[in-house]
């Protein structure tokens, strides 16, 4: 298995451009998890899936921030209009579900706003 | 709500020395308990986990025993490597793999040849 696949590894964007990052869960997983890294604030759970489904968004900043999963194999993080606050490591994790499973983390998307 | 807290180095030692990263918890329940580490450029690892009191994770000569009373899951090695140079996050999840981690803020561990 290859693994949790993101896309872009690396993006730079301009000050309210909007940016869409992508990630492939591993085949067979039930859960998906955004996560965001920051030297600030460290690591922060954004959002997560069950199944497809959000399950709680309650770590998203903003508004201006929003996650899909329209199938099993495809998520999508997206922020409109991006800031140079934004600016992170942004890691998806996947895990089969239920109690005591591991998440497996990608290699994450380096998002610089200018 | 859930909070972790670890030091945070860097912490630089000599190769083959003992090495202890504290890690101490704030949760209601009975939380699960995990290291990951994050080698440079790269996602987080699981290192080893514990989903009761008084387990002990173990892997890769990498110890860490879950210690309700006092709240903490210290992760200790007997002898470091070069290799081992990484940032190490204790972390919690209150329902297993099915709810986020709750992430510490990560140790930078230096080891020096």
């Known amino acids: 298995d290859a693994g949790v696949i993101q896309s872009p590894r690396h993006e730079v964007t301009e000050m309210g451009q909007e940016v869409t990052l992508r990630c492939k869960p591993i085949s067979g997983h039930n859960s998906l998890f955004w996560y965001r890294q920051t030297m600030m604030r460290g690591l922060e759970l954004l959002i997560y899936?069950?199944?497809?489904?959000?399950?709680?968004d309650s770590g998203m900043p903003e508004d201006r921030f929003s996650a899909k999963m329209p199938n099993a194999s495809f998520s999508t993080l997206k922020i409109q209009p991006s800031e140079p606050r934004d600016s992170a490591v942004y890691f998806c994790?996947?895990?089969?579900?239920?109690?005591?499973?591991?998440?497996?983390f990608g290699q994450g998307t380096r998002l610089t706003v200018v | 709500g859930n909070s972790v807290t670890q030091m945070e180095g860097p912490v630089t030692l000599s190769e083959e020395a003992f090495l202890t990263i504290n890690c101490t918890y704030t949760?209601?329940?009975?939380?699960?308990l995990f290291w990951y580490v994050q080698y440079p450029g790269e996602g987080l690892q699981l290192l080893l986990k514990?989903?009761?009191?008084?387990d002990k994770g173990s892997n890769k000569g990498f110890e860490a025993t879950y210690r309700k009373e006092t709240t903490s899951f210290h992760l200790e090695k007997g002898s470091v490597q070069v290799s081992d140079s990484a940032v190490y996050f204790c972390a919690l999840t209150k329902g297993g793999g099915a709810d986020g981690l709750t992430f510490g803020k990560g140790t930078h561990l230096i080891i020096q040849p």
């Open positions: 899936f069950n199944n497809n489904v959000p399950i709680d």
């Open positions: 949760a209601t329940g009975y939380p699960s």
């Open positions: 994790a996947s895990s089969l579900g239920g109690y005591d499973t591991e998440a497996f």
């Open positions: 514990a989903t009761k009191a008084d």
